[in-house]
């Protein structure tokens, strides 16, 4: 059992693309507009479901 950080280190390469990806994820300014588009999309699919 490893905390999350620890296995991220474990399977990151030090400049690499995992590294350059998660910088971008992991950016508090991206939250925002990531928790905007899932919940457009969860209300998107809610819409779907209840239309039949």
């Given at each position: 059992d490893q905390p999350a950080d620890a296995l991220r280190r474990a399977v990151t390469s030090p400049k690499g693309t995992t590294e350059r990806a998660l910088a971008v994820l992991m950016d508090d300014a991206a939250w925002p507009d990531a928790m905007r588009r899932a919940?457009?999309?969860?209300?998107?699919?809610?819409?779907?479901?209840?239309s039949g």
């Open positions: 919940i457009a999309a969860a209300t998107a699919r809610s819409r779907e479901l209840a």
